[in-house]
């Protein structure tokens, strides 16, 4: 009886878990009808040029939708959703690190770093990947400690 009322307990709470955060992805990821990334497939970063997805290879992430343009994507996305999801809940990085705030990125425009993924604002003559490029050591820092406020 009492490992049954721990399982229930692990299945609640983990639910729980997974409710607060879709929730908190929600509130604070760049997101569009739950849609990320506008539509682009996160691997496709990695695989050095990004495409846009297809519903038709749509993956749900604790509350959040990526397309790809291929089920092998959606499939090497779901076995480590980590390393592909963009940083910063896709918010510009140089934004973030810079005055942290949410701004809007162009999909096209980013940047691999560490085996991660950060977009950044690119509109109006305004490339914020070459502003982050001068000093992005230090934009990172404080665009992680940004996030970390924002986010939890």
């Known amino acids: 009886m009492k490992s049954i ?5 692990v ?9 607060q955060d879709a929730a908190l992805r929600g509130r604070h990821y760049n997101l569009e009808k739950n849609l990320a990334i506008q539509g682009y497939d996160p691997v496709s970063y990695f695989e050095g040029k990004p495409q846009k997805g297809s519903r038709d290879h749509a993956v749900n992430h604790q509350g959040t939708i990526y397309y790809f343009v291929s089920a092998a994507n959606a499939e090497t996305f779901k076995k480590n959703p980590a390393k592909y999801e963009p940083q910063y809940g896709g918010w510009c990085a140089y934004a973030m690190g810079a005055k942290g705030e949410k701004v809007s990125v162009d999909p096209k425009t980013f940047k691999i770093v560490d085996g991660k993924l950060y977009l950044f604002y690119n509109r109006l003559f305004n490339n914020t990947l070459e502003d982050w490029n ?11 400690a940004n996030w970390v406020k924002i986010f939890h």
């Not at 299945?11 to 409710?19: K, M």
């Not at 001068?134 to 992680?144: I, P, S, V």
């Open 5 to 9: 009322i721990t399982i229930a307990a």
């Open 134 to 144: 001068e000093d992005e050591a230090k934009l990172k820092n404080k665009a992680d």
């Open 11 to 19: 299945i609640f709470f983990g639910l729980s878990a997974n409710a």
